[in-house]
C-alpha cells in the first residue's frame, strides 16, 4: 500500500490552500487563531462562502450538493482548513443528521432540512444525552406520546452542545416503555422554537458556556418530523454515532496545534532559554510529533479501506482524543506561568478589547480543562475500549 499523496492529491491540496488564502475573512482567521471561540456569525459566514464555492459539505455525495470528494481529498481539506485558521464546521448538521436524513429521511425531510444545513443557515444541535443516560444511552426517558398527528415531548436532554444557538434539535425519545429499551426509541427533529423548550446553561470547568441543559414541557412535534419508522430510532442513532467517531481522530486540528506548539517552544521563557532546549520537553514533543503522524497514517489506512470504517472508528477516537490531550498538557507546559493568564471576558462572542499577555495567542489552561472532554463524549473512551474488545479482539 502506497501512504503516500498523489500528484493529483497534492494539486488539489494546493487548490484549497490557495481558496483559503483568497477567501478566508481576516477577522474569522484572526479570532481562530487567538484559541478564540468563533462567534456564531462568524461560524455561519463561513459556512455561507464555502457553500457558495461548492465545498459547504465537504463529505456529502454530489446527489445532495456535496462536492463528492474522496475520503483523502476531505481528509487533506480538513487539515487545510485547520492550518490556515479557519473555524471547524458545524458538525451536528453537517455530519451528523445530514448523513441520517439522507439514508433514512423521506423526500420531502431530505428537500426541507439538507438546504439549511449546507448553506449555513439553520443551527443543528443534538440531543441524545440525559441526566442518567449518558453511555448507557438506551435508558433515556425522555418521553413522545402520539396525540393525532402530533408527539408531545416531556424530559430533559443535557450537555448540549451549543444548543443555545440551536433552530432544530434531533432527539432520541422514548416512543414504547413495553419493549426492550432499545426497541421503544424514536429519532424525531424538533424546532427549537417550539413552545415549552428551555434551554439553560451548563458553565464549563474553563468558565465558558458551551454546554446546555435543554428542557421538554409538552413540546408539540408533528408526526411528519420522525425519521424512519417509530421505535426504530436506535438503528438511526447507532449509525450516526458512527459518522461522529471518525471525524473525532482530528488529525488536521492536531497538526495545526503541534506547528504552534514548536513555535510557542522556540520561543524565549523568563530564564532566556527556549523550553525546546530542555531535552525532557524535547523528547516529548518529538514523541507525540511521531505519534501524530502514526495517526494520520492510520486514518488514511482505515480510510481508503474499500470498506469504510468499522470498529476502527473506535481506535481512531480513542488515539485522536489521547494525542490531543496531551497536545495541551504539553502546550501547558510550554507556556508556563502565562498558561494561567485568563481574560474571561475574552470568550463572549462581541469581545472586542486588548488582547493581553500571550494566553490569547497560545493555549493555555482554559484550553487544557476543556480539552478533558474529548475523551468523554462522543462516547467514552472507556466504552470504545468495550467496543474494541467486543468486535475487534473477540471478548
Ligand atoms: C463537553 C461535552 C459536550 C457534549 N455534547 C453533547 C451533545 O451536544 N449532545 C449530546 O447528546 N451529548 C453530549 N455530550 C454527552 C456525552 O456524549 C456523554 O457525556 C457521554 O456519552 C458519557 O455519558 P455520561 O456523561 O452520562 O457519563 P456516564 O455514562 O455516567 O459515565 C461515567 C464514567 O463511567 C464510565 N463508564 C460508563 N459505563 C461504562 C462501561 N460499561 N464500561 C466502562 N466504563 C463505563 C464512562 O466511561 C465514564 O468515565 C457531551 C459531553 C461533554 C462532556
Redesign the pocket.
Known sequence: MDLNYTPEQEAFRQEVRQFLKDKLPADIQERVQKRLRPTKDMVQRWQQILHAQGWGGSTWPKEFGGPGWSEVEQLIFEEECALAGAPRQLD?GLRMVAPVIMKFGNQEQKDRHLPGILSGDVWW?????EPG????LASLRTTAERDGDHYIVNGQ?T???LGQHGDWIFCLVRTNKEVKSQEGISFLLIDMKSPGIDVKPII?LDGEH??NDVFFDNVKVPVENRIGEEDKGWTYAKFLLGHERTGLANVGQWKAMMRRMKEIARQEQDDGKPIIENPRFRDRLAQLDAELRALELTVLRVLTNASGPGPEASILKIRGTEIGQRMFELAMEATGQDAITHIPEALEPDYTGPLVGSVNAVPGAGDYFNMR?LS????????QR?IISKLVLGL
Do not use: R
Open positions: 451536528f444541535s443534538q440531543g441524545y444525552s443516560a449518558g453511555s448507557d436532554k450537555w448540549t452542545t464549563m458551551e454546554i472532554k468523554i463524549f462522543g462516547g467514552s473512551n472507556e466504552i468495550n
